[in-house]
């Protein structure tokens, strides 16, 4: 996991005129009209959110997707901090967890429970900005599209799941996160205690089985003589796929890695090149 730093200069301006923008397209003179999460055009705004963050999700390092492309589809999802829909009692009950992270105060973000407008004519020229599309309270995630163990795909497994209001903690806003979180030789996640449960299978899922094969065999490929672009080539090009799974996993007696002859599987695993400099560094 990385550190998302909100208060760099130039993405911080960007990302706070793009929201003066969309306030702006909603607003009639009067009030604002259809200023929903779900009504107005992101477009920009994702844009920038995967620029900010290199292009890798904020939970799994997953590479995403603006569009559909050869072999990959668009996976991008926009991940609110605090939630898009929260209800009041649960703002108040995890107020000021949130509140601790500086990106979170009450200069950045104002919180609009249910994700509405407490006041529609109140107009904002600077922030605080309503939760529910602040730049501050956004965050690039996958679509969480994993294997199951028939590898098969499977939707919403990991990242950006069905949390619903729940309290996660934003584990990418700790400036140490990098040291905080750490993947050891068998690809599993070492972390304190407390996070098991934002991490795990009743938060962001991503200490599952899947992404602990992807890690140990984005470990295995750093181990190798093969490089993260021959993984990438290897997408289109299934020789090369059969030499590198030849070579790198057919000493696995169980068989276990074969499934990666499969397009499909090969090009997830693929999405996950990140581990492939995390595993050269450690
Ligand atoms: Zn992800």
Redesign the pocket.
Known sequence: MRFIDKTRAQNRVTGLTINRRILNSCWNGICYVNLRYDTVDKTELIHHLVKEQDGY??????RLHLQNGENHRKNVTLEHVIPHKIELTDWESDRVKYRKYPSLNDRNVTVCPKGELTDPTFKFGMPPFPHFLSYDNLVA??D?KTLNEEAQEVPHH???NKRGNNYVEPLYFHENVSSEISYDARGHIQCPEEYEPYLGEKGIN?MCRFLNDVRLFWRQIAYSEYTAEQVGEAESNEDLRTDIIDDVFTNDPTGHWLFLNEKNAWCIFSDYSWFYEYYHRT
């Open positions: 999700c904020c939970y799994c390092m997953r995630s996958c969480g990991c990242c950006n991503i």
